[in-house]
């Protein structure tokens, strides 16, 4: 209804703050790609059915309330929870990173509904039991791929940044993808990559979350398509990541 103080919305709880003795603020993504700060009151109270509701990594229908600074959770109903009650070390570490990345993509004035929607299926693969530890690294580092190539920041994986060439041997996040030897020679910081590892880089893109979780690979590989990963998001994001960095430091 046109005026009305209050509005439904689908949305993923991406963070939660401490607010005076029981409330919370919540930072949600809704389903059209709005990022929502919302203030979830009475949510630490003892016997609270709003927290669990409202937990983080979860999708929830929320009844909200437009407020002069916060909105205000009315209602909410839990729609999914990915990672299940009692997730284990490894998955906590993916779902916090995932979340991590969507808070810095997403924005209060700006709609976009893939953010949602890829950010949903991520937090889901980081959930599935079929998903070890070592595809966890592969799932996260190609959701910051996929979403940052939406948002504008996508690699040049065909062929050299510089000079063309397809005989590729290194990785710039300043540059821009990747590199032949000579021209990452003039290049501070490109990472050196073997012809499998520039293979599963082009594979991030290229391949569906499904796919990614069900091919073979190493932890060694996965971890430095993780380590890639996190130059590429802080180097355009400008930003530091703390959940990322504290992933490849686990």
């Known amino acids: 209804?046109?005026?009305?103080?209050?509005?439904?919305?689908?949305?993923?709880?991406?963070?939660?703050?401490?607010?005076?003795?029981?409330?919370?603020?919540?930072?949600?993504?809704?389903?059209?790609?709005?990022?929502?700060?919302?203030?979830?009151?009475?949510?630490?109270?003892?016997?609270?059915?709003?927290?669990?509701?409202?937990e983080l990594f979860c999708t929830a229908d929320l009844l909200l309330a437009h407020g002069r600074n916060l909105d205000v959770v009315s209602q909410a109903e839990l729609m999914a929870a990915p990672l299940g009650s009692s997730p284990s070390y490894e998955r906590l570490c993916a779902a916090s990173a995932i979340a991590e990345v969507a808070k810095f993509c997403s924005f209060q004035d700006s709609e976009d509904p893939f953010v949602f929607a890829i950010t949903e299926r991520a937090l889901a693969m980081a959930g599935d039991a079929a998903c070890d530890a070592v595809h966890l690294d592969v799932i996260v580092a190609a959701y910051v791929f996929k979403l940052l190539?939406?948002?504008?920041?996508?690699?040049?994986?065909s062929s050299c940044v510089l000079c063309g060439d397809t005989a590729l041997s290194h990785f710039s996040a300043a540059a821009?993808?990747?590199?032949?030897?000579?021209?990452?020679?003039?290049?501070?910081?490109?990472?050196?990559?073997?012809?499998?590892?520039?293979?599963?880089?082009?594979?991030?893109?290229?391949?569906?979350?499904?796919?990614?979780?069900?091919?073979?690979?190493?932890?060694?590989?996965?971890?430095?398509?993780?380590?890639?990963?996190?130059?590429?998001a802080a180097t355009h994001l400008d930003a530091r990541l703390r959940a990322l960095e504290f992933m490849l430091g686990r």
């Open 1 to 54: 209804m046109a005026g009305s103080r209050t509005y439904r919305t689908r949305a993923i709880v991406l963070d939660k703050v401490k607010l005076k003795e029981t409330d919370l603020i919540l930072t949600l993504l809704a389903e059209t790609g709005w990022q929502v700060q919302a203030v979830a009151k009475g949510a630490r109270k003892p016997g609270s059915r709003l927290a669990a509701r409202c």
């Open 149 to 157: 190539s939406h948002e504008g920041y996508r690699p040049d994986l």
């Open 176 to 232: 821009g993808g990747l590199l032949c030897a000579s021209c990452a020679a003039s290049v501070p910081g490109a990472d050196e990559l073997d012809a499998n590892q520039v293979r599963w880089l082009q594979s991030l893109l290229a391949l569906r979350f499904d796919d990614l979780a069900n091919a073979p690979i190493d932890a060694m590989t996965a971890t430095f398509l993780l380590a890639l990963a996190h130059v590429w």
